[in-house]
């Protein structure tokens, strides 16, 4: 598979949509190596040039896209991923129209890809570990310790498990309970 296509794949893995080539926009085509447009919480229009492109005819493609982007009062913004090095004068100049990804080589793996466009992919957060201290009822257990833990602690506790409301009625029974009164006596207007 071609670097284009590994691009491709991965962002496609993020929820973008290929886009036909060439791409056209307000009736003008656009001979990019490749485009991608995002689906759900990303808006990016993502091209994707090689060095078969030379780097001024590049520029010119990128400065008439953003104009026919604003014909078309698109407020997608542009990402630009260059499969090759860039220098700094010639990404300068892209830089006005669209954000650069450069992956810095023609043939990159999976992992260069993946850094170059990671602005472009969902966030992954490490799975949260449930090891003592990080899960707050094994907090409130640690504290209490077994000798303080009674029958009302853990009700207390357990209902907590089911959110303000549940703990609320937990605490309003035992209150009533240590206060003699019965659950089933009616709120008196005095």
């Known amino acids: 598979m071609s670097s284009v296509q590994d ?10 949509e290929r886009l036909p080539e060439p791409l056209t926009i307000a009736g003008t085509e656009f001979g990019f190596d ?32 953003a104009r026919s982007l604003d014909l078309a009062a698109s407020r997608r ?3 630009l991923v260059l499969m090759d090095e860039v220098a700094a004068s010639d990404r300068i100049e892209l830089e006005r129209y669209a954000r650069v990804l450069p992956v810095g080589s023609v043939a990159p ?7 170059a466009v990671a602005v472009l992919l969902p966030l992954k957060l490490p799975e949260a570990e449930l090891a003592h201290g ?23 506790v357990h209902a907590s498990a ?11 029974r ?4 240590g206060a003699g009164w019965d659950d089933d006596v009616d709120d008196v207007d005095a």
Request: glycine share 6%.
């Open 7 to 16: 691009v491709l794949s991965v962002l496609e893995g993020a929820g973008f």
């Open 34 to 65: 490749a485009a991608a447009r995002g689906t759900h919480s990303s808006h990016d229009l993502v091209l994707v040039a090689t060095d078969r492109v030379p780097r001024l005819r590049l520029q010119r493609l990128v400065a008439g896209l």
């Open 77 to 79: 913004p542009v990402s």
């Open 109 to 115: 793996d999976l992992a260069e890809i993946e850094k």
């Open 134 to 156: 990080s899960d707050p009822v094994n907090e409130v257990m640690a504290v209490l310790g077994p000798a303080k833990t009674t029958s009302d602690h853990l009700a207390l």
């Open 162 to 172: 089911d959110g303000p409301d549940a703990v609320r009625e937990a605490l309003r």
């Open 174 to 177: 035992f209150v009533n309970e």
